[in-house]
């Protein structure tokens, strides 16, 4: 019981991360390839502040939010410029940019050797150590989460969005600035995750840089495609399928040599079979053109 209620909490972290990748992709139509790396500034940010400062992780969410919003202004730069497969590229560079940083800044992140000993969170003194309570944590989060996407998506400000994903240079004449709403939506995914990243880390208790490589950005795409582009259920669909369907490997006792690659290959199946039959997703609204 404790397991399965852990592979809950991995989902609902997923599902933040999922849902606020879809604004992006889904909603905009903007190719990205970097979201794990908003993730890893959440995560980082909020752990060297517990580790380094003893503050408490109720800051860390504030804090990590806030530079990974920041963050996601300055990957929004390329937005501005690029389109398509360049833009696509650029987000990617994005990525490993911010991995090599969590890599290789040794005095400040611990480099490959990670930060042991996250302290989990409390609320009125009693510390959140049972997998239960923090998956009711994490519910708590999904559904503030669900709730602001919602409201942004199924708002006017969503509209231009979906505007802007079918044609730009129509909603540019007439006189929308789209620069702002780009510029906006990447902000917006980028605070998202990083609140999944603080998530992840008060609740594993250990961070290395090997949890926010590209191929976790490619996952979490994943996720958004398979559950269905531009609509949020969708993304609770394909985080918790991608989430728990590659658990039951483990129940059919193969080493681990063999799930780890068995369980890409299913990842990359589920992909072409969705681009054959289905590629706007399960519940997709949107397909790349």
């Known amino acids: 019981m404790e397991y399965f209620i852990h592979i809950l909490v991995i989902a609902g972290i997923y599902i933040i ?27 980082y940010t909020s752990a060297i502040l517990a580790l380094r400062l003893g503050l408490s992780p109720w800051i860390g969410i504030l804090a990590g939010i806030f530079l990974a919003v920041i963050t996601g202004l300055i990957s929004s730069f390329p937005a501005l410029r690029l389109k398509g497969d360049y833009l696509a ?16 800044w040794v005095s400040l992140t611990r480099g490959p050797m990670g930060l042991p000993g996250i302290p989990s969170f ?3 003194g009693f510390s959140i150590t049972e997998t239960w309570k923090y998956l009711i944590l994490v519910l708590f989060f999904d559904i503030i989460s669900f709730i602001f996407l919602w409201r942004i998506t199924s708002s006017p400000f969503g509209r231009l969005l979906k505007g802007i994903r079918e044609d730009e240079k129509a909603i540019q004449i007439l006189g929308v ?22 998530l992840y880390a008060h609740y594993i208790t250990f961070i290395d840089p090997s949890s926010f490589t590209v191929m976790e950005s490619i996952t979490i795409l994943l996720m958004v495609i398979f559950g269905g582009m531009a609509n949020l259920y969708g993304s609770i669909i394909g ?51």
């Open 89 to 104: 590229l650029a987000t990617l560079g994005f990525n490993v940019i911010v991995y090599g940083i969590a890599k290789n």
């Open 177 to 198: 600035n789209t620069v702002k709403y780009k510029v906006v939506v990447f902000m917006v995914g980028a605070g998202f995750a990083g609140l999944s990243g603080v």
């Open 239 to 289: 985080a918790i399928s991608l989430v728990v369907l590659p658990e039951v490997l483990r129940f059919l006792g193969l080493p681990s040599s063999v799930a780890a690659p068995l369980r890409q290959m299913i990842y990359g199946l589920l992909l072409v079979i969705l681009m054959l039959k289905r590629p706007q997703g399960i519940l997709g609204e949107y397909r790349f053109r």
């Open 17 to 43: 991360l999922t849902m606020s990748l879809n604004l992006i992709v889904g909603y905009t139509g903007l190719p990205a390839l970097g979201h794990a790396a908003f993730s890893c500034i959440g995560a």
């Open 122 to 124: 409390s609320i009125f």
